[in-house]
Structures are given as C-alpha cells and as structure tokens.
C-alpha cells in the first residue's frame, strides 16, 4: 500500500517527519518497506492564470496568451486545446528548468514568447500532454508551483499483512497512527450531495445469496459529463499507484484509497432491464472485462449481472461493456461488501489480483458501503456534474452486530511476560476504537468495531496490546524450565561423521537443488525403464530444468563438476548427503537420504615436489572402505556389476553385512560427453539408511598386545582370471589364529611370472596374545596356511 | 724420562690438530694411547726407574696420559660437528619455496551455519527433530491455522506435488508432527530444506534452509522467547549485538514478531547493508497461536508456547557478507574453499 504523507495529514494531526513516521510504523507493525521522497523535476515554474487568449494569424491551432503570474504578466505562445480564459495553470517563467531541458524567451515574428505553458507531462507529474496542466482554482497566481501542496509529497510504501484489510487505506493507516500517537482520528469533509428526483423504479438490485454477498448498496447519479479529472485527483491516484481514466472511475478509485472500500461505476443504460442481479456465473457464461481479455467464467464464480449476462465479476473487475465512457450519462454506482473466500476463490480461478480482489479478499468492513457510496456520488457529482437520485438502494439479510471479545488481563501479562492492569487494556484498547462493554475487571469485555475482522480471540486484542504499548516494553529474560541436554539424533550424527571423513581426505561438501531436470535422465543414458527414470512431478515448477523432484544425486553432481571445469577449477572432489524421492511403480514418491560421492582428480593436490598422483577406481574405493569402517558398516563387499551410467568392467555393486549399499565406478566416456567433461571421473552412489542403522554405541577396546610381531612375505602365483576376491575369501578361511593382519602390496604381472599368470605379494604379521613367537613356530604354521592356500586355489607362491 | 714425556705431548697435540677425519684420529689413538703406543710404552717404562723416582714419573705419566684422553675427545668431538656441518650444508632447502599442497574438504558454508546455530540452541535445552520435506496439505497449512482460501496461503508461493502433497514451504510441520508424539512441556528445534515457486535471483532461491523452534511450557512468555533470542543472536553475531521486535503477521503464531538485529556492518549507524536503517531482519517469531495448539490436542488455557523461525541463508549471507544467494547453490569450489 502506497501512502501519501500529505494525505494521511487530512486525517490525523502528524508531528513526525516521513522517515520518523515510517520508524514509528514499522515498529507497530505496519511494516514501511520504503519512503519515497517525492519531489518537483523542475524549477522556475508558478501559477498563472490565463487573462487573455489571442490565436496567432499565421499559425493555425496556435494563439497568444496573457497570463498573470502575481504581479508579473506574461506573454506565451501555446498551442494547447484547452486554453479558456480564466484557467489556473502552470507557467515556467525564462530560466525555469522542467525535466525537457531549460526555458527561454523566444521571439517568434514580430512578438516574444517570454513563457511555456506547461502540460503534467513536460512538469514531470504525469502522463497526461493533451493540453496545459489544470490547476485547482483555490490556488493563488503567482505562487511558485513546487511550494504547491501534493507537489512535493513522500510516500509511505508499507507491506500490509494479510490480517489488516483495514490498513489498505489512508484511512485506516491514520486511523492506527492516531491511536499509536494518541491524537484523534479527523474526519474526511462533510459529504455534500445534492439530491435530484426519486430513484424510483428506473434501477433495481437482486442479491441471490447473501452468504456470498451480505451487503449491496446503490446509488444513480443522472446526467453526468465523463472527461478527465482534475490534477490534485490524478496526482494522488498516481502516487497511490493508480492509472486515472476518467472522472466518475477516478472518484470511485480515490475512494478506494482513502477509505479502503472498493466501489464499483456502471454506465447505467448499458445494464439490460437497468437492473443488477448479484448471482453465480452460469455454466458456459464468459465476459469481457475492462482490461479487454475475454474471460470464461468457472461455474461458482459471483458475477453482477444485468437481466441478460454477467456484467462484472464481483469484488474482482468489471465488464467492459458496461464500463464508463465519454458517452455516459447515468451512472449506477454500486457498494457492496463480498464474501472473501468466494473473492479469493475467484481471483485464484481466473488468475486476476486486483486493488478490489486484495481488499475484499481480507475482508471489508461490513458498515462502510453507505457511507463510501455517499462519499463517491458526491465526489463524481463534484467532478462530472449531474445529480445523485434521491435514495439508496441497500439490500442485506441483517444488521451488523458488533462481535464482543473478552480479554483477561491476567492472561495477557501470561503471554507478554510483564503484569498487565486492567486499566492498561481498556486505555489502551480503546485508543483503537474498541469499546469497553460491561463486565468484571478480571474479564473485560469489548467490542469490536466493524474495520477490525482480524479481532476475534482474546489473544488477538492480547496482541494490540503488546503493539500499541511497544514490543520493547516486553524484557527479555531466558525462561525456568527443567535443565536438559537431549542426546544428538542419528539424523545429525551420522552425517556429521560422514563429513568428519571426507572432508579429512580432502573432499568438499555441496548442496545441489533438490529438483531434477527431465534432461538429465537423457544425459545419464537411462533405459526408459530404469527406476531413476519414475521422478514425481511438480504441477506447478518455476521453469522447465526444476519440474521433477530428483531420483537420484548423480545428475547434481556431475553439473557442478561440470561447472566448475568450465570455470577451469580442478580437481572436484565432492560429495553430498542429501534426500531423494523415488516411487515404485505408480506410488507417490517416497522419501530417503542418499550420500554420493565423485573423484574427478587426485585427493590431494599436486605441487612442484609431486607429479600428480593417479587417480582410479581404486581412490574412490579406498575412500568407501575408510568411511565404511569409520562409521561402523562391517567389511563392504564389492562385486562386479554392469550399469549405463558407468563403464564396462569398471563399477561394482556395494554391499555391506548382506545389505545393498550402492554402486561405485568410472563414469562412461558416453555420460561425461553428454556433461562435456574429458577428465575420468569415479562416482558412488549410496544408501544412507545403513549408515544410520549402524550408529549408536561406545566402542569396545581391545588389549594392547604386549609380544613382537614377526613379518612373513608371500606372493601368490594365479591365473590371470581368477578375481582377487577369491583370494581374499580363502585367506580369511584358512586363516591361522596366529595371523594379527595382512595386507596387498604388490600385484605383478610379466616376466617373473608364466604367461597368463599374476603374482599377488602379502605381507603377512604373526602375533600371539600370550608370548613371544619362535621362528619355528611361525615357520610351521606359515607353511600349513600356504599349504591350505594352494590345495583350496591351486596356486603356487614364488 | 721427563723430557721424553714432554716431547711425545707435544708431537700427539700437533698430530691431533692436523687429523682430517675419524679414520686418522684412530690411528693416531692407536699410535700414541693403544696397547702398544708410545705413551702406554713410556708409562709401562716407569717399572725400570729408580724406586725413589717411580711415583713422581708415574703420576706425570700418568697425567699426561689422561690430558692426551681428553684431547683426542676433543678432536673426535671437533671431527664430529664438521661432518654434521658438511651434512647440513649439503641438505640445506630454499624456505622460500612454497609448502606442499595439503588440502582439507570444506563443510558446505550452508551446513556449517546450521550445526552453529543448532549447537547454540542444543546448549539451551532444545532437541533437534527432523520431518519430511515433502509434506500434506493439513501439516504444512491446515494444522498451522492456515486453512484452504486464508490469505495466508497466498504469503508462501507453494509447489505442489501430483498427488496433492507439497513441497513444504517451512519447516513448521516438523513442529506439529513433533507435537502429536509428544506430551508438554517440550523444547525442539528442526532443521531442514524448504520450498518456494520462486525464480531464482539475489535475494530469492526455490529452495533454501530454515531453521526454527519452539518450547511450550505451562508458563512461557514472549519475555522468554525474547530472552532466547538474545542468547542466540549475541552468541552467533558477537555479544554487542542489540535486538528489536516488531509486531508482525504469521498466522501459526499471535502475538507474531519480527526480529531485527543491530546491522553487523555499521552496529546501527547505517550502510548500504541495511538500507541506512541501522537493522537488518533475521527471524521471525511469536506465541503458538491457541488454534496451532487445538490442532494437535494440547489445551491452550494450559499451555503457552513460542516459535520462531529463521533462513539459515540470510545468516549465512549476513554472517559472511555474501550478496547472492543463487552461490550456495552453484557449488563453485573457489566459493566454497572461503569457508
Ligand atoms: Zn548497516
């Protein structure tokens, strides 16, 4: 809501400046976003009435003008069409700057232009070049135009929570700094309407269901003259952020803002039967509205109708074929009250928020359309002359009674933390109008006026309280609770250790949208049957690349590293823990957490004493089977799997204790085209809920052990085919009890060893618990493990 | 005899000054101080002396046997620190080149902001809890006292799902949810992603992080939030950090309150940080409302209760003057490595 200082000044005395009002404002709640400083683009400009007017002989459309200016008179050739003698206007004397450039004297023939009679566009107040500004009579000639009031003006742009409807209007907004400033609330000019003959029979309103339309006031003016409105009118329509279009709509839109009550005009000769019905929109129905789209009307939607066809949507816009124009003559100006979910409803179903849609959607004050009715006829008939028939037409089911609500200022002192006074409420309270019924002091008792629907519980008026006395009258201090330190959830421990040990081998964290692009499952070469492929959609995504909900980290990954290769930042080596959402079958999209991980370069960077390490599946492997035994999984079993997104023979399926964990491998040559990225790259991909079920617990420790070790070396001879681990499995079978660890040190392939074969190297530790190994007891049990080794593998040892 | 003696320490002293390395040293020993040298000849020659001149040769001897010692000590001592000094110089490295590359993951400035702010909280009592982020209408609006057509809704641009469920626009169910399955008084707080239909810019992303909270208690006061708040903001942001609450509008909360802290550039003077306003906004906050208790069967003429809730990105932006949001998302590692 845009909110004109000088405005507000009409309805409540203000000792603030603007920014000080803003501050005061803001901090009760009425949020002031913005003051904008409005102030004249020119100089050198003042009044000046025309005295006399002399058309120019050889330029047709052109005349000479006597203006006085004060005690100055001025000549200027001008050649605007409403040029009348008499008229206030706006000359820029020589020297004046307007926003065009600067103003001289001229000579033209024989005589001097000394002035320019300036148009709202060339002053910079407006849009308007038609013809020279039309200043309001009360002015005095002379007076320099930027000392005029509402020329220079700050505007208050305050962001009204959707409770307040009331303060969607000068009014309201002076209402609640009266009552925050403790001055009186100033009443708008004494409504003048001259009546003419009866209303009678000519115009006619039918509410259907007043459960959608509870009030609807009516008014016809007869015999006005459409034409454009004065300029103190459209300035402030203008700093309110309303277009002006005519007299009769620019007073029903001034009211608006003054009075936060949306009104609405109808040419009255184009209503069919000259008579509105306020009804449901008729399967089928449509309208034009007056912003020209045509407009098909959803079945439920309130519409004003004449006899024939809807001729505005209620509360929203109206039809443009009863809207008012140059040939109007009878008005029917309508004031009505609507029911605000039905506005909301409607505004939703045909995508339309409007100045009207926004205030009847919070709610109207159900006692104002009379009063703003009389305010608008009264203002159009100032404007565009005619007469308001004698009579209103005011339907509704019943009188508003004001809702009563209890407050006890016990209660309050509760919520706000410091002692509330019986007093306290009901001084305070009523500063907003509410009044106090009767009733004990412990519950006192208001009422509460028709502007406020946002008042109904106790807690409410608790809340105007605290507002109107100041959020920094409430102390602060830490609240008297039992102690308590509740234990850490896996959900942040586990992560935390997670990030514990790849950020330790040099891994970055990221964070990646949780959206996915349709063309992602493309780049990543999905068969259409793969489950990534089944993402839940939003029906309604920002754009195109956010419409699904992600299956799966990779794609989100795989762009940052692209991202960042772009931006020649290498290595990437990140990972992120993050949720997934993916369906079976037709099921709704289901929720888990996912880490995943992607090498794309060596874990710890080169430098001029290091070439740059190799980095291989066997990186991202060694990185998996650290963060598996640091976060308790049990040994991960890789086993060889085919997958698209990865390469033949280089990606494996992960499991740990018999649970699937993910897969890890080289990503393919075909995927890292489709990112245009030439490095190799290792991506994982896991399951969280493992990682999980497997946190908890203090670990147990284990006796140091007191006796040497003693080391043995073997290398094992195999064929070429047989996996590793093979191997592996029949070291753990056969393995002695004397055999504290072992580890691969060496795989060899060539000359030491027969065609076809390889060569596995172990080094082996033997240890007991309980007393120094001799060599002949290692030497017996080492060559009865190598025995079992080579009748179970058929290997040889060299 | 004695001359003899005299002459031979003066012989071994010379010797001993021109050794060169180890190897000459232990000749020279073995020469002068050895089983058959020349001084362990001369002493056992002290037997054929006259008896009334033995103890004085002995002892003279004797004597210069043991300075000989300590001068061949000297030497070996001398030798030692040359060839540690010619091992050095060999060794000696340019310092000025640089270190090596070692190089540690950095936590997402994201996370990192979070499990800060979690830990202040966790330290005042507040246990965390966690939802789903793809929520139900009636836990992310309904139960919150955002009915269906409240235009409320219209404050949160929601992405819907086909099965009706949302994106959640808050972390506020999480509150619900923990409150069904929990009996008063109780003190958590949730962390998470939430959701907007927002095109991405400066100050906007379609997805963010919020953090929030809330304790109920059969006395708790907007006096106790105020209270926590401050504790929070002046451990996050450094303890000259002033608060203010202004009245505000959520419909989960009444009263609600917007809370600014002293702008963390100018302390309240005004910079272009704060729009000259010397306070920048960072949570908002408030009292249950009554119906957010009906809702989950707590009695509220029994219970009282505050919330409040903050964007763990504008912290994160004000904490380390990051002026655009879309960069926690764009997961640039030039970025990331600055935290
Ligand atoms: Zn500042």
């Not at chain 2, 965390?128 to 919150?144: H, K, Q, R, V």
Request: glycine letters at 8%.
């Amino acid at each position: 809501m845009k909110v004109s200082y000088n405005w507000l000044r009409e309805f409540v005395e203000i000792e603030l400046d603007p920014e000080a009002l803003a501050e005061r404002l803001t901090l009760s709640g009425a949020e002031v976003e913005r003051v904008e400083k409005v102030t004249p683009a020119f100089s050198g400009v003042v009044v000046a009435r025309v005295a006399a007017i002399d058309p120019d002989p050889k330029k047709p459309g052109w005349s000479w003008c006597r203006v006085e200016a004060g005690d100055r008179e001025l000549t200027a050739l001008c050649a605007a069409p409403n040029l009348a003698v008499g008229l206030l206007t706006a000359a820029a004397l020589p020297g004046a700057v307007l926003p065009g450039g600067r103003v001289e004297a001229k000579k033209m023939g024989e005589r001097i232009s000394e002035a320019v009679l300036c148009s709202e566009q060339e002053l910079g107040l407006g849009d308007d070049e038609g013809g020279v500004i039309e200043l309001p009579p009360s002015l005095a000639p002379g007076q320099p135009l930027a000392e005029v009031p509402g020329i220079v003006d700050s505007v208050l742009e305050i962001d009204v929570t959707p409770n307040r409807p009331d303060l969607l209007s000068i009014r309201g907004v002076a209402r609640d700094i009266a009552a925050l400033t403790g001055r009186a609330l100033l009443a708008p000019g004494k409504i003048i309407l001259p009546e003419g003959p009866e209303i009678g029979e000519e115009a006619g309103v039918t509410v259907e269901d007043y459960s959608l339309c509870p009030r609807y006031c009516a008014r016809l003016i007869r015999g006005v003259r459409v034409g454009p409105s004065p300029f103190p009118i459209r300035r402030r329509l203008r700093l309110g952020g309303i277009k002006p279009v005519n007299n009769v709509v620019d007073a029903t839109n001034y009211l608006l803002l003054e009075l936060g009550h949306p009104l609405h005009a109808f040419d009255h000769a184009a209503l069919k039967g000259g008579e509105v019905i306020v009804r449901a929109a008729r399967e089928g129905e449509s309208i034009v509205t007056i912003d020209g789209s045509e407009r098909v009307l959803p079945a439920e939607t309130l519409v004003i109708a004449d006899r024939e066809k809807p001729v505005a949507v209620a509360g929203v816009m109206g039809g443009l074929y009863s809207e008012i124009g140059e040939g109007t003559a009878n008005v029917l100006l309508e004031s009505a009250v609507f029911n605000p979910v039905s506005i909301r409803r409607t505004g939703r179903a045909l995508g339309m928020s409007t100045e009207a849609s926004r205030r009847f959607e919070r709610g109207a004050d159900p006692e104002i359309p009379p009063f703003a009715l009389d305010r608008a006829a009264a203002l159009i008939v100032e404007l565009a002359g005619g007469r308001a028939a004698r009579g209103v037409i005011d339907r509704k089911q019943e009188d508003f009674s004001p809702p009563a609500v209890i407050i006890r200022p016990e209660q309050a002192g509760r919520l706000l933390g410091y002692p509330v006074s019986p007093d306290l409420v009901k001084k305070t309270l009523s500063r907003l109008g509410l009044d106090h019924l009767e009733g004990d002091q412990d519950r006192l008792r208001f009422s509460i006026p028709p502007w406020r629907p946002d008042l109904t519980r106790e807690v409410d008026l608790v809340e105007e309280l605290a507002r109107l006395t100041g959020f920094d009258r409430i102390p602060a201090h830490l609240p008297t609770a039992e102690m308590s330190s509740p234990p850490d959830p896996p959900e942040r421990m586990v992560p935390e250790a997670v990030r514990e040990v790849l950020l330790g081998l040099g891994l970055d964290e990221v964070i990646t949208y949780s959206f996915l692009d349709p063309k992602s499952l493309d780049r990543l070469g999905l068969e259409p049957d793969n489950p990534l492929r089944r993402a839940g959609r939003i029906t309604n995504p920002v754009n195109k690349e956010q419409c699904l909900l992600r299956t799966t980290l990779i794609p989100g990954l795989l762009e940052v590293l692209s991202g960042n290769y772009n931006r020649k930042v290498m290595p990437v080596n990140i990972f992120e823990w993050g949720a997934v959402f993916g369906r079976e079958n037709s099921s709704p999209p289901r929720e888990r957490m996912l880490l995943s991980l992607l090498i794309s370069g060596p874990a710890v960077r080169p430098d001029w004493r290091r070439p740059e390490p190799e980095t291989d599946f066997f990186t991202l492997k060694g990185i998996l089977e650290l963060l598996g035994g640091r976060l308790r999984l049990g040994p991960l079993v890789f086993s060889p799997r085919e997958d698209l997104i990865f390469q033949s023979g280089q990606c494996a399926r992960i499991e740990a204790d018999g649970v699937l964990l993910g897969v890890a491998g080289k990503v393919s040559a075909r995927v890292l085209e489709a990112y245009s990225i030439s490095a190799p790259v290792f991506l994982a991909e896991l399951e969280a809920g493992p990682f999980l079920a497997a946190a908890g617990g203090a670990l147990p420790f284990r006796k140091l052990d007191q006796y040497p070790a003693v080391r043995r070396d073997m290398a094992l001879v195999v064929d070429e085919s047989l996996p590793y681990r093979t191997v592996g499995e029949a070291l753990e079978r056969h393995r002695p009890e004397l055999l504290e660890d072992y580890e691969l040190f060496d795989l060899y392939r060539g000359s030491q060893v027969s065609e076809g074969k390889k060569s596995f190297a172990f080094r082996l530790n033997y240890r007991s618990r309980y007393d120094t190994l001799c060599e002949a007891t290692v030497n017996k049990v080492h060559q009865e493990f190598q025995d079992a080794l080579i009748s179970e593998l058929g290997c040889s040892f060299r | 005899m004695e001359e003899e003696l005299q002459l031979l320490t003066r012989e071994a002293r010379s010797a001993l000054e021109s050794v060169a390395d180890g190897e000459g040293l232990e000749s020279l020993r073995v020469s002068y101080l050895g089983r058959k040298g020349r001084i362990t000849a001369l002493i056992r020659s002290v037997g054929a002396l006259p008896a009334e001149d033995r103890p004085r040769m002995g002892q003279a001897a004797n004597r210069l046997k043991k300075e000989l010692e300590l001068e061949f000590e000297k030497a070996e001592g001398r030798l030692r620190e040359a060839a540690e000094r010619r091992k050095t110089s060999r060794e000696a490295v340019d310092v000025t080149l640089p270190g090596l590359a070692l190089s540690r993951g950095r936590r997402h400035p994201i996370t990192a902001t979070l499990e800060e702010v979690i830990d202040i909280f966790s330290g005042l009592g507040f246990a965390l809890e966690s939802g789903p982020e793809i929520e139900t209408e009636y836990y992310n609006f309904d139960a919150l006292n955002m009915p269906a057509d409240h235009p409320a809704r219209d404050m949160q641009d929601t992405l819907y799902l086909e099965d009706g469920r949302v994106l959640r626009t808050h972390t506020s169910p999480v509150q619900i949810r923990t409150m069904e399955k929990t009996e008063p008084p109780l003190r958590m707080i949730c962390a998470g992603k939430a959701f907007r239909a927002d095109t991405a810019d400066a100050s906007h992303s379609p997805m963010f992080h919020q953090l929030e909270g809330l304790m109920v208690d059969r006395v708790v006061s907007l006096a106790d939030l105020k209270g926590v708040l401050t504790v929070f903001a002046r451990r996050l942001f450094g303890e000259e950090t002033r608060l203010r609450f202004r009245p505000s509008f959520f419909p989960f909360t009444e009263p609600s309150a917007e809370v600014d802290i002293s702008c963390v550039v100018c302390s309240g003077t005004g910079c272009s940080l704060c729009s000259r306003r010397g306070w920048l906004e960072i949570l908002g906050a408030g009292m249950v409302d009554p119906e957010v208790f009906r809702a989950v069967g707590y009695d509220p003429e029994e219970w009282t209760g505050f919330a409040f809730g903050m964007g763990i990105e504008r912290i994160a932006m004000l904490k380390h003057g990051i002026d655009d949001i879309r960069l926690f998302y764009d997961n640039d590692l030039r970025f990331l490595h600055q935290f």
